[in-house]
């Protein structure tokens, strides 16, 4: 594995290489989660390329951003073990040079759920991921179910912008007790660890609710905030989604339903989803 941090680089390095190159975009702090993400790519592709860059532009608040763990040579000895062919990890100064100006903007799907509790995140995030596809010049590009939305506006990106990069998605990576694999989760002390329990278990009731033949978003939703109650939290947004626009439900239609949420336990903002009409 070699480790490149100038975005010339990257593109000097594709350049002398032929074959499928896999890109898997990270903030660090890696766990099993990425590491699937990862294995996919290894599996798909001639070259894997795994970017660490904790991008300031997709932090809403500062504290989130200066308290994000980055347990830099753990994750760098993990890719090589994997069998990663690049660690690209660019400096800021790098990815926004002096005079960089001009950024992504998300659509209507960006607008509800994350992007109304994370101004700009979703500009940002958008913003870094076009960078990363065009400095790597991958073939595909993996992302995480577990951010459902995100997911949907990189889909979105690469058809608006005609980008030649295959979008490829993996399921949720849970702990034992079904609470989603987190980068975050370092920060929730045993209390709160218990607690966080309670977004999986809220989706999980919509499902068994949507899988008794309910197709009412609202009482979906309101089952979601019994489970939140009983837990003594307050969600943030508890709420169905269409997996097609990232919009509520219209019309009759439950196909591609997905439960969406996010809540705060202790100081730790944890978001989590699930198909409401699959097995995952
Ligand atoms: P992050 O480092 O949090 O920006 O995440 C990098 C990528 O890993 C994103 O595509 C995430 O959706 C994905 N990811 C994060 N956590 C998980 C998880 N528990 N299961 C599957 N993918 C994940």
Redo the contacts with the bound molecule.
């Keep these: 594995m070699i480790v490149l941090e100038q975005p010339e680089a990257l593109r000097s390095w594709r350049k002398a290489r032929t074959g499928s190159l896999g890109l898997?975009?990270?903030?660090?702090?890696l766990?099993?989660?990425?590491e699937?993400?990862v294995q996919a790519s290894l599996q798909q592709n001639d070259h894997t390329v795994v970017s660490i860059f904790v991008n300031p532009l997709q932090f809403n608040e500062t504290q989130d951003f200066d308290s994000y763990p980055r347990p830099l040579q753990e994750d760098e000895d993990r890719l090589r073990r994997l069998g990663t062919s690049v660690l690209y990890r660019p400096k800021p100064a790098a990815m926004y040079p002096e005079g960089f100006e001009t950024t992504v903007q998300a659509g209507p799907g960006g607008g509800g759920f994350e992007g109304e509790f994370r101004p700009g995140h979703f500009d940002g995030m958008l913003t870094v991921v076009l960078k990363l596809l065009l400095q790597s010049g991958a073939d595909r590009a993996?992302?995480?179910?577990?951010?459902a939305q995100?997911?949907y506006l990189v889909r979105r990106l690469v058809e608006d912008f005609h980008v030649d990069c295959e979008i490829v998605a993996?399921?949720?990576?849970?702990e034992a007790d079904g609470l989603?694999?987190?980068?975050r989760n370092v920060h929730l002390n045993p209390e709160d660890r218990v607690r966080s329990t309670a977004l999986f278990q809220a989706l999980s009731a919509a499902r068994v609710l949507f899988q008794k033949g309910e197709r009412r978003p609202q009482a979906l939703e309101q089952a979601m905030q019994a489970v939140y109650r009983q837990a003594g939290l307050q969600a943030e947004y508890a709420a169905v989604v269409d997996d097609r626009t990232f919009q509520k439900p219209a019309g009759e239609s439950s196909g591609n339903w997905r439960a969406v949420t996010a809540v705060r336990v202790g100081s730790t903002r944890l978001i989590d989803n699930l198909r409401l009409d699959a097995g995952d």
Excluded: I
Aim: glycine share 10%; with cysteine; aromatic share 6%.
């Design positions: 898997v975009p990270t903030m660090g702090s766990h099993a989660g990425h699937a993400l993996y992302f995480g179910e577990k951010d995100q997911l993996c399921p949720t990576q849970r989603a694999m987190s980068s």
